[in-house]
């Protein structure tokens, strides 16, 4: 890909141009040297790749122009208040290590709680430690896993205002969930855009679950882009889970990159339901021996709602594992991608790769597409992946019929025992049990059709 | 014969050289002046005593190419090919019309001879295949066409076909692989200068399997052969086709396109084994073999089956496809890709179901030795009206050595939800058991890998006709030697 810019070149001036120009002085730690410099470099970037098309091999599935037809603007900073429907994703009676919530892209403190987080774990605002100057946040911050053609990470970089930095000191261990929320208002009639950031150091030993949640309000027309950047060091555990409940006239645009230490685990796993575009997109780069991988999820989509998933696992050294389950329920005109690739270098030697994408169309004019792919240098490997795309099994359906249950009945029982097994992904209980609630709400909708 | 003598032969065979077909053939050529412009497409119309309406055909397509960039998303890697280097017509100088074998030259014969085709007529008895064999450009000698005249099938070259039969040539020229398809077969429209044109009349099981062995000889040319199959209701033909080329530093671009056409209840059976020169151990010199192949399944119950073994050529790009149109047709593709050395393959299958209840089977095994690098990328497609169709995909790829790689490139879509779509994939290397049981057993290393790997594309070759399954089996052999030790 070498010029990508003039490829891009006879569309409409890019968007977001203005935008990142225009905020740039005014963004929390302008005065630091270093994170202008990772912001201008940023811009650069993003003016260079532009606005991505389908005819970009990454892109060939999903569709963003529509992010040209808005003027999208920097989300208004909501110092108090919360609408009622944003306040019903807080209401949570869970046991949870600490909460930190975003509304439009900036950390409320009034929402949030941070007090009682053990000793060696800190939670910063990305705005606080940017003013700062933190030496951790200069150190790693867009350090971990290079990926100079991602235009939405260099979007985020350009623009990241607020976020979290969450520290966990060496075998420190967090093993309730600390929840990240972001919440997104409407913003009058005017398109709004949020930033958020997220950097998670886990430190040698450590360990942690961090459940991130998206929502929004429906009817707003709003476009997030989020980063989360994970450095899980020698031998530490995070489980990261995700719920994207975006508001139904969403984007979401999110890109989560890890770097996975040695005899280190990552655990991912993303539920998306929400949005009317939403992409996720996963890097993750083993960088020493024994690392495990496992990148899994669901995704639910009606409607027009378009849910693209999009991996990348990088064995870039031998004796890694990583697993890939993803399964998704499509129904009406929605559409589902998913994109996996697995890269071997050649000396990762020993690497056990697994990937798999199942497919329930539950309509004539859904619409699934899947692009399993393996690119292979090292000859001692297990790889294999799988990819399917159907209806419901007509043999299990006739089973349940000739037993007496009616057809619409067994149609629901079928598809919810399809899309529950997933979720035996997740292997935190409580977890687990929140995103089956939000599973069952999903196909309840289905039901009410 | 036992499968430990044979491979022990096959290895025997290798070890007298590394390409035995890499000879030149020293005879008068006739050749158009280098490089392409419209002049060059006239003298080769003309040459071919082609009617007005091929030339307008071949100039309209020669401005489509030109306007059109040359592509780069395979995962193949090669220095920017000069269009204006190379001859693009050469034809052994001889005689204007031949009556049998004895007015050919017999240094042609020879080189056939050393190729191992049965051209001679008493041998092709015992053999029974017809052979249309294409010498460079020009096919210069059709066996067996009596028979096939009596069963109604016409089986000629391309060129012979657009003056004798016209109207089946403008009814499906170009009907399955449009003029603007890709730039190779843009420009194959453009320029090229035979190939085989097969119909096979409505009921008809063809007598015999049909084949055509390409060669190229001539320094500098690219061969760009056309082959246009069409196989009319309830007919059935087995066609097969065979490749190699002399041994050459420079680089030749090989841009065919094959076009299949099947008709209610027909079936067309399209075997390859493509052997082409690779290039030397360093990956100097060898083909680019860039090719457009396409079969319309249009009838109901049409099947067309693709069986390939890809062993030969520097670069390989070229995926053999199939559109289900008609209702319950059936398409197929079974592939064998070998490469060695610092060869590059970029190769798989499109399968595109748009009638109801339309069916297709992938069975691609793709082997990687030495530096090389072997790409599985496949397309399946299923429309909204495909209702009821069924995929079945499966990819296995077979690392020997840790300098190569193997990659899969799945494209799997799907808008109908009575459609079912499996894919399977899997990457391993030889197994040290299975070479310890065989080397336990006083078997070489090499035969060994060889009868290993041989055993890794059975599902493939099995599905070969009796003729090219013994020569594929030999060149499995053949193309991993040096890649164990």
Known sequence: ???????????????????????????????????????????????TLGLPHRKIEAWKYTDVRSLAKRDYRPAPQAADGLSDGLRAVLASDRQEAGR??????????????????????????????????DRLVADRLGQLVSVDDRPFHALNTGMMADGLVLHLAPRVVLDVPLNVVFLTEAAGDAASMVCPRVLVVAEPGSQAVIVERHAGVDGAHYFSAPVFEVDVADGARIAHYKLQQEGDQATHLATILARIGRDATYDNFVLSVGAELARNEIVTRFTGRGGDCRLSGGYMARAKQHLDTTTRIEHAVPDCRSREVYKGVLDDRARGVFQGKIVVSRDAQRTDGYQMNRA??????????????????????????????????????????????DEQAARNLLIEAFVLEVLDEIADPAVREDFAEVVMHWLDGHRND | MSAVEETIQHVDAATGGTYKYGFVTDIEQETAPKGLNEDIIRFISAKKEEPEWMLEWRLKAFEVWQAMPEPNWAKVNFP??????????????????????????????????????????????????????????????????????????????????????????????????????????ALNCAVFTDGSFVYVPPGVRCPMELSTYFRINAENTGQFERTLIIADAGSYVSYLEGCTAPMRDENQLHAAVVELVALDDAEIKYS?????????ADGKGGIYNFVTKRAACRGRNSKVSWTQVETGSAITWKYPSCILQGDHSVGEFYSVAITNNRQQADTGTKMIHIGKNT?????????????????????VRMLGGAEGARNYTQCDSLLIGDQCGAHTVPYIESRNPSAQVEHEATTSKVSEDQLFYCRQRGIGEEEALALIVNGFCKE?????????????????GISLEGSVG
């Open chain 2, 80 to 185: 920017p090919i000069d269009y204006q280097d190379a001859y693009y017509y050469a034809a052994p100088k001889q005689k204007p019309k031949l009556e049998s074998l004895d007015e050919v030259d017999p240094e042609l014969l020879r080189t056939y001879e050393k190729l191992g085709i049965p051209l001679d007529e008493q041998k092709m008895l015992a053999g029974v295949v017809a052979v249309d064999a294409v010498f460079d450009s020009v096919s210069v000698a059709t066996t067996f066409k009596a028979k096939l005249r009596e069963a109604g099938v016409i089986f000629c070259s391309i060129s012979e076909a657009i003056r004798e039969h016209p109207e089946l040539v403008r009814k499906y020229l170009s009907s399955v692989v449009p003029v603007a398809d890709n730039y190779f077969a």
């Open chain 2, 359 to 379: 069916r297709s089977r992938i069975v691609s095994k793709g082997i990687s030795a030495g530096r090389s690098d072997n790409t599985y990328r496949g397309l």
């Open chain 1, 100 to 133: 930190i919530v975003f509304v439009n892209g900036h950390l409320r403190r009034d929402l949030s709680q941070l007090e009682g987080l053990p000793d060696g774990v800190s939670a910063m605002a990305l705005a606080d430690t940017l003013e700062a100057g």
């Open chain 2, 272 to 280: 390859t084994v493509q052997n082409w020169y690779p290039g030397d």
């Open chain 1, 360 to 405: 329930l169309l539950l309509s004539r004019n859904a619409e699934i597409d899947s692009k399993p792919e393996l690119e292979i240098y090292a000859d001692d490997v297990k790889c294999s992946h799988g990819a399917t795309a159907g209806e419901i099994d007509s043999d299990a359906l006739f089973y349940m019929r000739a037993r007496g249950i």
């Open chain 2, 460 to 476: 493939v070759l099995q599905v070969l006709p009796m003729e090219f399954a013994v020569e594929a089996q030999k060149l499995v």
């Open chain 1, 1 to 47: 890909m070498t010029d990508l810019a003039t490829q891009a070149g006879d569309a409409a001036p890019l968007p977001f141009q203005a935008q990142l120009d225009a905020v740039a002085p005014t963004l929390p730690g302008a005065g630091q040297p270093w994170a202008a410099t990772l912001r201008r470099e940023a811009r650069d970037r993003f003016r």
